[in-house]
């Protein structure tokens, strides 16, 4: 798939993905291609009916849409994205933006509580990449971009949608970057 990032600032699309299952799902459809709706319920820890009812949701928005290589009997959904950013959005809608993060932090902390909660079940050559890092900076905004765009050209060229030679032994991973000021923190300086 050619990358497709577009920039959501719909209040109706942010709405949409103001739900942990969606976002969920919607990073499932992006990293593990095709899949049903029973498909994304496991993968995510729902209900079948429940995961269709949100893929529906997703499809009303041109987020994902049915896939044509099901045989009829099985109805896969793909994604139409490989991410997306939220630039631009109108003051009036920044509360819709603001559920959306919060749900996007409800579900990076979710899956980090699993992955902790099964760890012991995790190869120890996964156990021994897996990372949770914390860097207390000090930047500027326009620091703090730079180092944002050079992570971002990092990470970019192993998005599973985008990517041309996927070896085998390769996981699906979740990487999370929560960057943001500590206004007040420092104030005595």
Known sequence: MQENRPNLADP????ALSHPVRLDVLGYLASAGPATASQCARAVGDTPSNCSYHLRVLASHGL??????GDGR???????????????????????????????????????REYLRGRDAVPQVWRDVGVHASYGLALTPSELAE???????VVRPYIQATRQ????????????LSAFPRLGFGADR
């Open 147 to 153: 180092v944002v765009e050079r992570l971002d050209a």
């Open 12 to 15: 109706g699309v942010l709405d």
């Open 74 to 112: 099985s109805r896969p959904w793909r994604t139409t994205i490989t991410g997306f950013t939220t630039d631009g959005v109108d003051p009036a809608d920044l509360a819709g933006l603001d559920r959306m993060l919060s749900a996007s932090v409800e579900l990076d902390h979710h899956l980090l």
């Open 165 to 176: 030679r996927t070896p085998t032994d390769a996981e699906h991973v979740h990487l999370s």
């Open 64 to 69: 994902v849409e049915p896939d044509p290589s």
